[in-house]
T-cell receptor, first 108, second 114 residues
Framework: KNEVEQSPQNLTAQEGEFITINCSYSVGISALHWLQQHPGGGIVSLFM???GKKKHGRLIATINIQEKHSSLHITASHPRDSAVYIC??????????FGTGTRLQVFP | SAVISQKPSRDICQRGTSLTIQCQVDSQVTMMFWYRQQPGQSLTLIATANQGSEATYESGFVIDKFPISRPNLTFSTLTVSNMSPEDSSIYLC???????????FGPGTRLTVT
């Protein structure tokens, strides 16, 4: 059983829409990553957080430690945001545990 | 953040052959990781490669199948040996740098075995 659950698995949006991707994990963690994977396969680290909220451009990541839940928000979505978004966590080790990803398609 | 390059970016190989994937980092890093992503699956850690020591393999991965070299603090290779179609995957190199838990990923190598 994957210890990191993401929802939804697939997401389709129109350009300009506000998007939310959710990540839940089962026990206490040390840190959480949000990653973006484009069709070519390369991965970009968007955020690393252990508490609170981070913002970078149109992207916002939040984490609620008590509820063991994190969200990634994209404001004013654009077709170039189309990618797979992956949540990954550290369970007190130096190894990342990955979610299965959310495939986002944004149409013009 | 670290800038990571991988070679080759993609390859198509025949069953029974071997492929060596290179990972180059633009700065010295202690920890390097190799991951596999099979089609439609999430990433799985193959091994951790620290300079000056043997690579540490995860359950289900063995050195004979995935030998790793780490000759210095900026470079590592992963070899996929005696390939079968089940080895068709994206192989990603990543590094740990800076604050603990920071990890950066390479562009990946897309391998297809026929």
């Amino acid at each position: 059983k994957n210890e990191v659950e993401q929802s939804p698995q697939n997401l389709t949006a129109q350009e300009g829409e506000f998007i939310t991707i959710n990540c839940s994990y089962s026990v206490g963690i040390s840190a959480l990553h949000w990653l973006q994977q484009h069709p070519g396969g390369g991965i970009v680290s968007l955020f690393m957080l252990s508490s609170g909220k981070k913002k970078h451009g149109r992207l916002i990541a939040t984490i609620n430690i008590q509820e063991k839940h994190s969200s990634l928000h994209i404001t004013a979505s654009h077709p170039r945001d189309s990618a797979v978004y992956i949540c990954a966590v550290y369970y007190n080790t130096d190894k990342l545990i990955f979610g299965t990803g959310t495939r986002l398609q944004v149409f013009p | 953040s670290a800038v990571i390059s991988q070679k080759p970016s993609r390859d198509i190989c025949q069953r029974g052959t071997s492929l060596t994937i290179q990972c180059q980092v633009d700065s010295q890093v202690t920890m390097m990781f190799w991951y596999r992503q099979q089609p439609g699956q999430s990433l799985t850690l193959i091994a951790t490669a620290n300079q000056g020591s043997e690579a540490t393999y995860e359950s289900g991965f063995v050195i004979d199948k995935f030998p790793i070299s780490r000759p210095n603090l900026t470079f590592s290779t992963l070899t996929v040996s005696n390939m079968s179609p089940e080895d068709s995957s994206i192989y990603l190199c990543s590094v740990g740098q800076g604050a603990i838990y920071e990890q950066y990923f390479g562009p990946g190598t897309r391998l297809t075995v026929t």
